[in-house]
């Protein structure tokens, strides 16, 4: 039977945030601040005959949570709410809080609990050496993921330390 063979070592760093990132508008200003700027100067490149941003998005997703409370309240009832967009997870979150069958059957008023709010986004990006790795931001860490040298980390944390939400 064939052995497997190493053919390449990958590494993972994350950093955990100081404190989480305060909402989904600064979260997103973020993200669209590394697509816009490029800080770890990444290049296109072709893939698949596509030709690719230097920095894409590669998957996010956001969940809002809303809490029921009865009328001293107390919480009787959540839910949790996944969407691809923080627009689309917005618009659901409207429409769940103003639904009001929905409200009489968990027996409590509708309450967006934003502080619990989860948010996701996942960059691919391609370095100057031709390496494709991801960096991955959460409200409470950023992942640099897949990559091989040491100067694609550097050149995230020196950014992310120059970031404020991401201390």
């Not at 760093?13 to 490029?38: C, E, G, H, Y």
């Not at 709010?117 to 790795?133: A, F, G, R, V």
Request: net charge negative; charged share 20%.
């Amino acid at each position: 039977m064939a052995d497997f063979i190493e053919t390449s070592n990958t590494k993972t760093a994350t950093r955990k945030l100081a404190s989480p990132i305060a909402d989904a508008a600064t979260f997103q200003s973020i993200i669209q601040s590394v697509i816009d700027n490029n800080p770890f100067g990444c290049t296109e490149y072709i893939q698949n005959n596509a030709t690719h941003s230097g920095v894409e998005i590669n998957r996010e997703s956001y969940t809002a949570k809303i809490v029921f409370e009865d009328n001293a309240a107390e919480k009787v009832g959540s839910l949790s709410i996944k969407c691809p967009t923080v627009s689309s997870m917005d618009s659901a979150t409207g429409a769940i809080v103003a639904d009001a069958d929905l409200a009489v059957a968990v027996g409590g008023d509708p309450a967006r609990d934003a502080e619990n709010d989860t948010y996701s986004c996942q960059l691919k990006c391609h370095d100057t050496n031709t390496e494709i790795y991801y960096v991955t931001f959460s409200r409470e860490t950023v992942r640099v993921s897949s990559y091989q040298d040491d100067a694609i980390l550097a050149k995230v944390e020196t950014w992310a330390d120059t970031v404020t939400a991401l201390a």
